[in-house]
């Protein structure tokens, strides 16, 4: 007896293929429904059968976009050593993507800046708060002695990489400046942690009135 033969990419996986495709070149207000559908050669009943509408297949493409980067920063992770290696990795592995052909920059802020509706403002905040508790968690485990506020000022850094890459159209650049950023700053961080526990003064700021 012949083998069967293997079930292509369902109507779901053609549809959310179709719609990071389209929606991530060219914007997801810009893109309509019937674009996507063309896209995935479904039909659109499928597509309101799947998702319920736009609005919801614009929340799984984002969703789809937040796994990938998990997965790309999971693997840079991986191949990491020390805690410090590990909190830069995640710039590395956000430098590979600048490098990419078709990179347009961060997708939830372009989907942000084009359609804050509910679906767009949740998938968005859900992945912020994503890559702030990632940066956050590797600080304190570098031994940072203030983690959440070198994790906020390590996504303000993440943040403007990605649009300098975008509007600046040089990645190489825009990674080469914020790694030198990220290592100077982690590195303060961490000398005034080891300050601390050693038990040696702190320099104090100058009185106010001295020069």
């Given at each position: 007896?012949?083998?069967?033969?293997?079930?292509?990419?369902?109507?779901?996986?053609?549809?959310?293929?179709?719609?990071?495709?389209?929606?991530?070149?060219?914007?997801?207000?810009?893109?309509?429904?019937?674009?996507?559908?063309?896209?995935?050669?479904?039909?659109?009943?499928?597509?309101?059968?799947?998702?319920?509408?736009?609005?919801?297949?614009?929340?799984?493409?984002?969703?789809?976009?937040?796994?990938?980067?998990?997965?790309?920063?999971?693997?840079?992770?991986?191949?990491?050593?020390?805690?410090?290696?590990?909190?830069?990795?995640?710039?590395?592995?956000?430098?590979?993507?600048?490098?990419?052909?078709?990179?347009?920059?961060?997708?939830?802020?372009?989907?942000?800046?084009?359609?804050?509706?509910?679906?767009?403002?949740l998938a968005a905040e859900e992945y912020r708060a994503w890559v702030r508790g990632l940066l956050s968690g590797l600080a304190r485990e570098a031994g940072a002695p203030d983690p959440e506020g070198l994790g906020r000022q390590l996504h303000m850094l993440y943040d403007g990489a990605s649009l300098s890459a975008r509007m600046d159209?040089?990645?190489?650049?825009?990674?080469?400046?914020?790694?030198?950023?990220?290592?100077?700053?982690?590195?303060?961080?961490?000398?005034?942690?080891?300050?601390?526990?050693?038990?040696?003064?702190?320099?104090?700021?100058?009185?106010?009135?001295?020069?």
């Open positions: 007896m012949g083998t069967k033969a293997a079930a292509g990419p369902s109507a779901r996986e053609r549809l959310l293929k179709a719609a990071n495709e389209l929606f991530y070149a060219e914007g997801v207000h810009t893109v309509g429904i019937d674009r996507v559908i063309e896209r995935a050669g479904v039909a659109k009943a499928s597509l309101y059968n799947t998702f319920g509408s736009k609005d919801e297949l614009v929340r799984a493409y984002l969703e789809g976009r937040h796994e990938r980067v998990a997965q790309r920063i999971s693997q840079y992770l991986e191949q990491s050593g020390t805690s410090r290696e590990r909190l830069l990795a995640v710039f590395e592995a956000q430098g590979s993507l600048f490098a990419e052909p078709g990179f347009r920059g961060c997708a939830f802020v372009s989907a942000s800046a084009e359609s804050p509706g509910p679906a767009v403002t159209h040089d990645p190489a650049g825009a990674h080469a400046a914020v790694r030198a950023a990220v290592e100077t700053l982690l590195d303060a961080a961490l000398a005034t942690g080891r300050a601390g526990r050693s038990g040696r003064p702190r320099p104090s700021s100058p009185a106010k009135g001295i020069q």
